[in-house]
């Protein structure tokens, strides 16, 4: 599919984290086990089945707003994401992550050609700072969002406005490129009236979700987003 504007007309670049410029191998799964099991909820259970088969359903939501809608109440929610948060951040610390190959180098290509880039995030803070600990990215990207920082979390726009707001790095919602690899990536974009909103198949959803939740693009990675906004 192609976009109404021309891609390379892109200022700022708003980019996922896990599953777009980060490989986490499966660590969201993991820690949530260890939620569910904070919770009550035993491993092969019936009820633990539907609960995971949600949590993959909801890849790139904010995870406060999938434990509100799992556990129902907010204090079992508040409890389910604190040990999520705790659980993922130990397994960063223990070296289970790194960039997606050509993850590091597209973001210096967009900054070497002038346009801002954004990192936001579905998880907490104090997750996403680990996350940048972990891979030295604190002074990669001009900014980085989570949820807590915009109000709302995907599928809402707010992450991608207020990079837009927070950077004032264009005029033109229309000169906003986002990439990600869940359908909530893609339907943040287009609410937010991204140009070029992008799919790639390095994470949690396929070419055909991505699709029909609006990509404009369906990529094999990030790595090869500076050539469809002509940063060479």
């Known amino acids: 599919m192609t976009s109404a504007h021309t891609p390379h007309a892109a200022e700022l670049v708003v980019l996922d984290m896990a599953g777009t410029t980060v490989a986490d191998d499966g660590l969201v799964e993991r820690a949530f086990d ?13 009820e633990h089945t539907a609960m995971l088969d949600h949590v993959r359903a909801t890849m790139g939501e904010s995870k406060i707003s999938v434990f ?18 705790g659980a993922y951040g130990e397994l960063v610390g ?10 590091r180098e597209a ?6 050609a002038g346009l801002t880039t954004v990192l936001t995030t579905g998880f907490a803070r104090v997750t996403q ?4 600990d972990a891979l030295g990215w604190h002074d990669l990207a001009a900014l980085t ?3 807590a920082d915009a109000g709302r979390g995907r599928p809402y726009p707010d992450m991608v406005l207020t990079a837009l707001l927070r950077t004032r790095a264009t005029h033109d919602v229309a000169r906003i490129a986002v990439a990600g690899d869940t359908s909530y990536d893609m ?3 287009r ?20 699709t029909e939740a609006g990509a404009t693009h369906v990529l094999g990675s990030v790595a090869e987003l500076p050539a469809l906004l002509g940063v060479v």
């Open 94 to 103: 223990e070296g289970l992550i790194a960039p997606v190959p050509g993850a």
């Open 191 to 210: 609410r937010a009236g991204a140009s070029v909103v992008a799919g790639v198949l390095t994470g949690a959803h396929d070419a055909a979700r991505l």
């Open 145 to 147: 969002l989570c949820p």
């Open 129 to 132: 700072d680990a996350i940048l």
């Open 187 to 189: 339907l943040s974009g």
């Open 107 to 112: 973001i210096e290509a967009f900054t070497a």
């Open 34 to 46: 260890a939620a569910a099991r904070h919770l009550g909820v035993v491993p092969g259970s019936d």
């Open 68 to 85: 509100r809608h799992l556990f129902g109440d907010e204090d079992a929610a508040q409890r389910a994401n604190t040990a999520f948060e």
